[in-house]
């Protein structure tokens, strides 16, 4: 390919690649511009909060044959959110986008939340107490969290795994059967099945959601007063 090939062949990809995401012509109206960015903004929240509990479940759950490495869960979960958060605020650019982008922020947490108490611990054992034995822990310095005593409960288990757990109670006696909740990564430490339950990050979740998304839905004052003057000024009309 000769050069003023090769220089044609760029400007007419450049040309190609600029028409293609230029704005289209309908977009540019004003009112249609406003409706389309404010049903983005409205949209934003529930996406934005069920792709982050996907991507939290997924990472952290044991069945996957090929799961990321905890740095680019994490990576690419606070990318996800630092970019869904910047999206909300230039779609919603005022003082409502900016608390909207707060409770969003605390819904993604939430979902997070909610996310690792169903997939962290995703294996189930049950599994024959062997010994239990307690502790003290003792805070050191004035105003520091009360002492409490720490349940080691030695566990034999199917496969080996896992072999204790510790409580701030006694979830069973020696000989005793107890059913475990543990991470068959052995990323987080087992605990008794049922004691963490997603249902309040839940709830969280679906809450600050709502705040967001209504937030986002609210028309802003430039708008209603956009409106108020289209309104006003149609024939008819003193």
Known sequence: MTTRARILLRAWLF???????????????????????????????????????????????????SPPSTTVAVTVGLAGGVGALLAYVRLRADSGGLFG????????????????????????????VREVSSSEQHSSGEGGPPSKTVHRIKLRCPGGYPTELRDDRVVAAKGEEIRVAYDPRRRVSP???????????????????????????????????????????????R
């Open 15 to 65: 040309t190609w690649l600029h028409t293609w995401f230029q704005m289209p012509t309908w977009l540019r109206r004003p009112g249609v511009r406003r409706i389309v960015l404010r049903g983005a903004a409205t949209l934003l929240p529930a996406s934005a909060a069920v792709a982050v509990y996907a991507w939290t479940h997924w990472s952290m759950a044991g069945s996957s044959s």
């Open 191 to 237: 605990e008794a099945a049922g004691r963490s339950t997603p249902w309040g990050a839940a709830v969280v979740t679906l809450g600050l959601t709502a705040l967001s998304t209504l937030l986002a839905a609210w028309p802003r004052a430039a708008d209603r007063a956009a409106g108020v003057a289209a309104g006003s000024s149609r024939p008819g009309r």
């Open 101 to 128: 982008a707060l409770f969003l922020a605390m819904a993604l947490l939430a979902a997070v939340a909610a996310a690792d108490a169903t997939a962290a611990r995703s294996g189930t054992a049950v599994c024959v």
